[in-house]
């Protein structure tokens, strides 16, 4: 498996080291992981609902709240996944494992270019996890992740698996927007976010209304 720098194994929080096969310190490894968790299910975006918790109405509401967050920061892809985690299963390399085997991305997506941002319920719990791509840690570490799985929480516990995602999406959609106006520069967003210019001609207007909820 590839790390990147300064990221940490996903099943003991180790600082993991750049090429290393496996983790020094518990041994983890995708391949590991493979052996333990069996084949992954063929995922696809934004929502992949492998429990069927959730009906269409619901699931084409939660798609388009994504989609509208996607539109605005074109620069990411959000998926949710709904699924019944393997009871034995640690939740946090579970949903590394799922997230690098899952086929939510695609092959030239790999690596660096890794731009998805994944929300995981476990339906057999009611928790969720969020797990970001490589190519969106340059920024998407100054967004506080936990912020987004607290918008999330209510609705969750509730079971309202729908309002859950759209309520993830949003809260992601607003730090990002916090972020850009802060820093655009600083995480390379200033030449895709030009609809956040009130003055830059076409519609963006439209996209910073949208913004506003
Ligand atoms: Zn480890």
Redesign the pocket.
């Known amino acids: 498996m590839m790390y990147h720098r300064g990221v940490r ?1 996903p ?2 929080r ?1 600082p993991a080291i750049e090429n290393d096969a496996a ?1 020094r ?2 041994g ?1 490894s995708l391949e590991v992981a493979d052996r333990s968790f069996g084949i992954a299910p063929a995922l696809q975006g934004p929502i992949a609902d492998v429990a069927g918790v959730m009906g269409a109405f619901k699931q084409k509401r939660a798609a388009h709240v994504i989609a509208q967050v996607e539109r605005q920061f074109p620069q990411l892809a959000i998926a949710a996944v709904l699924m019944d985690v393997p009871q034995q299963a640690p939740l946090v390399p579970y949903a590394f494992w799922l997230f690098n085997r899952g086929q939510l991305s695609s092959a030239v997506e790999k690596g660096g270019e890794n731009r998805l941002v994944m929300l995981l319920i476990d339906t057999n719990t009611d928790r969720a996890i969020a797990m970001v791509g490589y190519g969106l840690e340059p920024f998407i570490q100054e967004v506080p992740l936990q912020s987004c799985l607290q918008a999330a929480l209510q609705p969750l516990q509730r079971g309202r698996y729908a309002q859950a995602i759209e309520s993830f999406a949003r809260e992601l959609g607003r730090q990002l927007f916090e972020l850009c106006q802060l820093a655009p520069k600083q995480f390379g967003l200033a030449q895709e976010t030009q609809w956040l210019d009130v003055n830059a001609p076409g519609d963006a207007n439209v996209g910073l209304a949208e913004s506003l909820y």
């Open positions: 194994c099943a003991c180790t983790c310190q518990c983890f």
